[in-house]
Antibody, heavy 113, light 107 residues
Framework: EVQLVESGGGLVQPGGSLRLSCAAS????????MHWVRQAPGKRLVWVSR????????SYADSVKGRFTISRDNAENTLYLQMNSLRGDDTAVYYC??????WGQGTLVTVSS | EIVLTQSPATLSLSPGERATLSCRAS??????LAWYQQKPGQAPRLLIY???NRATGIPARFSGSGSGTDFTLTISSLEPEDFAVYYC?????????FGPGTKVDIK
């Protein structure tokens, strides 16, 4: 059974940092591009970032470019999102998504003083 | 950035009725269009990929069609569990983008 389990969300002050993790199981992690998608309360889904199978190619939405870094550890079957200089409009549920179409249940990030 | 628009915003139907949801792209996305279903408090679930292919485990009452800029998701006969929000999403160009969603609610 494919499982994607996010962790690392929480409450952080503006300007702070968080690192999200996504533990993958039930499939060959290194065979798939992986992605982060977020959804602010009551808003549409927004694609945040993606990373190639071997980690050498990454892409970011303009709204997070220069502040967020996506990475992966294929030996540990884990996807990461390092988020720096967090702002109020980064408040959202962050989902880990595989190219196979499976989604994690999400982790809530709240940026507030 | 490719902008996706969905219509209608809300569709009020009864169980057993046919639902037809539309998605229009601001430029061609070829057939790289997916449909997702989302229920409150849950992650989106992939229904259709590449415009017309059902994802694993998706019932045959869900079907997708279209190419280029105009796409349709059809639910042939609504079941109680189908009342949800439906999003289209393109992966032809980065950044991948979603539409604003169509809410299918019970009439």
């Amino acid at each position: 059974e494919v499982q994607l389990v996010e962790s690392g969300g929480g409450l952080v002050q503006p300007g702070g940092s968080l690192r999200l993790s996504c533990a993958a199981s039930g499939f060959t992690f290194s065979n798939y591009w992986m992605h982060w998608v977020r959804q602010a309360p009551g808003k549409r889904l927004v694609w945040v970032s993606r990373i190639a199978r071997d980690g050498t190619t990454t892409s970011y939405a303009d709204s997070v470019k220069g502040r967020f870094t996506i990475s992966r550890d294929n030996a540990e079957n884990t996807l990461y999102l390092q988020m720096n200089s967090l702002r109020g409009d980064d408040t959202a549920v962050y989902y880990c998504v595989g190219d196979h179409g499976y989604w994690g249940q999400g982790t809530l990030v709240t940026v507030s003083s | 950035e490719i902008v996706l628009t969905q219509s209608p915003a809300t569709l009020s139907l009864s169980p057993g009725e046919r639902a037809t949801l539309s998605c229009r792209a601001s430029q061609s996305v070829s057939n790289y269009l997916a449909w997702y279903q989302q229920k409150p408090g849950q992650a989106p679930r992939l229904l259709i990929y590449d415009a017309s292919n059902r994802a694993t485990g998706i019932p045959a009452r869900f079907s997708g069609s279209g190419s280029g800029t105009d796409f349709t998701l059809t639910i042939s006969s609504l079941e109680p569990e189908d009342f949800a929000v439906y999003y289209c999403q393109q992966r032809d160009n980065w950044p991948f983008t979603f539409g604003p969603g169509t809410k299918v609610d019970i009439k």
